[in-house]
């Protein structure tokens, strides 16, 4: 059945011509409030993630648990390979395996940074004020070490076949970052690559591959960012 827009029509005569009105029906003004809300609604959320940034300066500041797992669930409902789900999270707040894990890290990152980095990679590297010393794992509230399952186990221990891994975690991984920003918490993502010490530590299976850390907590005090820019929309988009 055709959609009934219901315009409503009239028309008038003023000074010798002839005039019609169009006026949207109580139908196409609910359509048309709705769309411009939908409008406002990208507007405002684009403004809010733009203020989002990657913050290295951590307060000790407790955040509760509820919020933590609010944001996992928001990330778990992220669109994945044959909705396979080839994710797992391990929130970390116990001050003991903080510490594991900074250790490893930090072992990983002065190798990074001593011998492994490219000169370009340490040049690109140059302006954020990175270095081998990693006192935010520490600090931090929370360590969420994020994973991704290459394949998934059955109730008998039967392989399960995964699809787009690294796709489905790393867009669970966005929205995790997304509602970690909108719940006023503030996230580092980090990878002190390689990152198997985090099964290790962790005790997670074979099957599951670190995919990054994600240090979450408030901003110190004092917390500065680098100044960085985005990429305009033309530069990053084309419409065709
Ligand atoms: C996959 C990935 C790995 C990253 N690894 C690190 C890291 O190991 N250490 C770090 O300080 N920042 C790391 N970052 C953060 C980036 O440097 C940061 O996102 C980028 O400079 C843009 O800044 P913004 O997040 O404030 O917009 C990583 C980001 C991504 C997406």
Known sequence: MPFDLGLDLAYGVSEGSVRLWIRPSKHLQTIMSILLRKCEGAEAFYADVKRRRSVRDFSDRSVPREIIEDCLLAAGTAPNGANKQPWYFVVVGDPAVKRKIRKAAEQEEQAFYGERASQEWLNDLAPLGTDAHKPFLETAPYLIAIFGQSYGLDAQ????????????????????????????????THTPSPMKFLNRILHRPENERPFLLLVVGYPAQNARVPMIEKKTLAEIATFI
Do not use: D, M, Q
């Not at 399960?160 to 997304?178: D, F, N, P, R």
């Not at 920003?181 to 580092?188: E, K, Y």
């Open 157 to 188: 221990g039967k392989k399960v076949k995964h699809y787009y891994v690294s796709e489905s975690v790393g867009i669970a991984t966005g929205l995790l970052i997304t509602a970690l920003h909108h719940a006023g918490l503030v996230c580092l």
